[in-house]
């Protein structure tokens, strides 16, 4: 691989990077206003989407003229195909964050349910442990931390679970709770969905050093290793 190619690649590595960095706080933010039900900044995160959004842009862009233009070899296509395919699910994660914000304005004149929360506290802070040693993963071309990263997953889908079933079973006990309790729901949902994209990344990331395509997500194909 030339030298030009070499730093090309580096380039959309690093703005892969910065977009990660960009949708953690995003995710880290968005969880936040909910939690501490501040509508402003709930709009902070909801005027930052179009960043994410350009973010993604410009990195399709640079990544399809390192494809056309550079001619690389097998490997680094590989690399620059798994870095085009990552930003997809890292700009989902982004819209994710959205989405959360989005409940936030929505739960403004509705009951709170403290035990719920703090499972979204949970939630939040495993997936963005993950997110940012997938980022990680990435920069290092770590197919081994990919696969340790994509294992985690499943304390994302046992938390998530558990946080569904406590706002089911909450609305069965105090009817004043149906108000908010698809709200909560939404929100969780949207945070194992984060999981399952950062899981992806990583399988982009196994891709990229072996040329394997690979399924790391065991809690998907076996239900009840969620529920251990």
Partial sequence: ????????????????????????????????????????LAKQVISKDQQVNQTEVELEKNVFDVLIRKNPMASDFRETMSILKASSDMERIGDAAIRIARQTLRMSDKPTFTAAEKLIQQLTYQVRQMLDKVDEAFVNDDSDAAYAVASEDIKVDRLYLQLRQLVLSQQVKDKQQLKASDVYLIISRQLERVGDHIVNIAEWIVYAQTGKIVELNPGKTDPELIKK
Avoid: C, P, R, Y
């Fill in 1 to 40: 691989m030339g030298d030009q190619n070499l730093a090309e690649i580096l380039k959309v590595k690093k703005q892969f990077v910065a977009m990660g960095t960009l949708v953690s706080s995003q995710i880290h933010q968005a969880t936040k206003s909910f939690l501490e039900h501040d509508t402003i």
